[in-house]
């Protein structure tokens, strides 16, 4: 892994993480990686994606599947750290990131595809999606007795979970 030239020094490779796979993949890393331990997640991950789309632009479609791709990475996170933990229950480095990605990943599915979508656009440049008006045959799923998804946003049908998710009735 190290490159040597006349004897000296000249670099570092790292292929530990060597992958063929599309960009933006690494940006939503990036985005997931620089805001996970932030209080406003939306706002610290569009700053990495404003400055980034000024260097190496991303297409509309890139950049609207970036709530998935963020989503994904941090269910990979936790649940590579659960499985670590069951196997190596005394390999503590695993679990340091692991309390900022869960309470990422819930202020994220708080925030929705939509508002999370409609910023991206936004800090890219690109027109935003148009919001039709609810209708009654939006896509709805019961999550079991705990959620409910309808239209995208996760209800918390429990008292006690909406306490962990500040989410309170109206």
């Known amino acids: 892994n190290v490159l040597v030239e006349k004897d000296k020094i000249a670099g570092l490779i790292d292929f530990g993480d060597i ?3 599309n960009l933006v993949n690494e940006v939503g890393i990036a985005m997931t990686y620089i805001a996970y331990d932030k209080e406003d997640v939306l706002y610290w991950s569009g700053i990495l994606l404003e ?3 000024k ?3 991303l297409k509309k479609e890139e950049v609207e599947s970036l709530y998935y791709i963020i989503a994904l990475r941090l269910c990979m996170s936790v649940s590579n750290s659960a499985y670590t933990k069951l196997n190596q229950p005394n390999n503590d480095y695993i679990s340091e990131g692991n309390e900022n990605a869960w309470n990422m990943l819930d202020k994220w599915i708080l925030l929705g595809p939509i508002q999370v979508i409609n910023y991206f656009l936004k800090v890219t440049g690109f027109a935003l999606k148009k919001q039709d008006k609810e209708k009654k045959y939006i896509f709805e799923m019961d999550m079991g007795s705990n959620f409910k998804i309808y239209n995208g946003r996760v209800f918390i049908l429990e ?3 909406r306490k962990r998710y500040k989410v309170f009735k109206d």
Request: proline content about 8%; hydrophobic content about 25%; glycine content about 0%.
């Open 55 to 57: 260097i190496l632009p």
């Open 159 to 161: 008292e006690k979970l």
């Open 51 to 53: 400055s980034y789309n």
């Open 19 to 21: 992958s063929y796979s």
